[in-house]
């Protein structure tokens, strides 16, 4: 219950920040709070994922782009994720998410996220997604391309060279994957 509000709240207040364009970095502030915590006392891993979701939602707001896939009936989804930890983040603590695109495949979208407190970075995620159609099927390139503000993806390296095996290497089977009985 306590990331719904926090997702509403963030939707809501991304309304009133500064514009900014779908390939610029979109910066996000917030503080830890004691929901947050595992029985370590410091943020738990899971609530930095959530908290990933309602940064990229932040983006997709201030560029316009959020209401334009309403529109259309398409939404996005994360496909794979994964996430290096530098430092820990503690209780009441005020960092960032900065989130940027990366760029696009054939059928998905990459974006590079990090926990900045104070210019340090004390985690970094790589996230792949998708955007589906509400009636079936997945957006294809050229359709995403044709949205206010996207054209092509920008050509100056920051698609990490890695990022094209890590995708293939995190993509599960379209057929059914055998349970660990049938495995061995």
Same mark, same amino acid.
Do not use: C, K, M, Y
């Given at each position: 219950m306590h990331f719904f509000f926090r997702t509403v709240l963030g939707t809501l207040t991304a309304r009133f920040r500064s514009p900014l364009g779908i390939w610029d970095v979109g910066s996000r502030p917030f503080r830890v709070l004691p929901t947050d915590l595992d029985v370590l006392r410091h943020m738990n891993n899971g609530v930095y994922f959530s908290l990933l979701?309602? &940064?990229?939602?932040? @983006?997709?707001t201030r560029s316009g782009l959020w209401p334009e896939l309403q529109r259309r009936g398409w939404y996005p989804v994360v496909v794979a994720e994964t996430m290096s930890f530098r430092r820990s983040l503690e209780l009441w603590q005020r960092f960032e998410i900065e989130t940027r695109m990366l760029g696009f495949d054939e059928r998905s979208l990459y974006v590079e996220q990090r926990f900045v407190v104070k210019g340090e970075v004390y985690a970094r995620a790589f996230i792949r997604a998708r955007l589906l159609k509400r &009636?079936?099927?997945? @957006?294809?390139?050229?359709?995403?391309m044709e949205l206010p503000g996207v054209g092509a993806a920008p050509a100056d390296g920051r698609m990490p060279e890695w990022i094209e095996g890590w995708a293939a290497g995190t993509q599960l089977p379209s057929t059914k994957v055998p349970t660990w009985s049938e495995w061995s």
């Open positions: 979701d309602i &940064a990229r939602l932040d @983006v997709l &009636a079936g099927g997945i @957006v294809t390139v050229p359709e995403l």
